[in-house]
């Protein structure tokens, strides 16, 4: 536990901030030798409650295009099955994905990434959405024509929702300064590679298909080994 104290704060005891270090990298870990920068306006960890501007290790990182900067890929996941007939104008989600949606745009577009039925195809689509309710989760779309699984990935559409790294091992970046405002950082370690904790990735998906695409996605840019293949 790190206690921090606020800037120009009296003397006497503060308030507690729990800031935990996560090990995801078990082994022969290896970073990229110059580190990059983090849009810190793009990036929060909506499952980190009372923290999302507290980005935790195992967070999956993307690039955007426009910027090269980098943000987490994924806000997060189907809460309920999409599908063309029954689910028709709306995706559900939890409600703190919902609040970081509504935080980026109250409307606009997301990418969606997953197969139709459990183990199928994974496929990545852009839906068009113009309300997200960030009580319920439910987010009022344009219906598209594919079915998505529970799990299926809810991500941004700037190129960085295709993961090419993760935070590794240590303490959460924090992307907000003094004052709460969001601010680019540095991050100094960008992993390239090393035996990973798969428990330890943040939205690590249960569907085997979509598993094979978080590990190509990363494979394609580092060597990497996860131990859930080795696991019974």
Known sequence: MAIQNNPGQMPGPGTARVSDTRVVVKSDASYLPEGLIIDGSGSRDPLNTSYVDYLRPGLLMGRITATGLFRPSIYGVLSVAYT???????????????????????????????????????????????????????????????????????????????????????????????????IDVEWEKPLQGGTLDSSQIINYPSDTSLITWVEDQLQERGLYVFDAKYKV
């Open 84 to 182: 063309t007939g029954g689910s028709g104008t709306s995706m559900t989600v939890s409600a703190a994905t919902a609040v970081e949606l509504n935080r980026n745009a109250s409307s606009g577009t997301f990418t969606i990434t997953g197969p139709p039925t459990a183990a199928g195809t994974v496929v990545s689509t852009t839906i068009t959405y113009s309300a997200v309710n960030t009580s319920s989760g439910v987010i009022t779309i344009s219906a598209t024509a594919a079915n998505y699984i529970a799990g299926s990935f809810i991500g941004p559409v700037d190129g960085s929702q295709t993961p090419v790294s993760m935070i590794g091992n240590g303490q959460p970046i924090k992307v907000t300064d003094a004052l709460s405002a969001s």
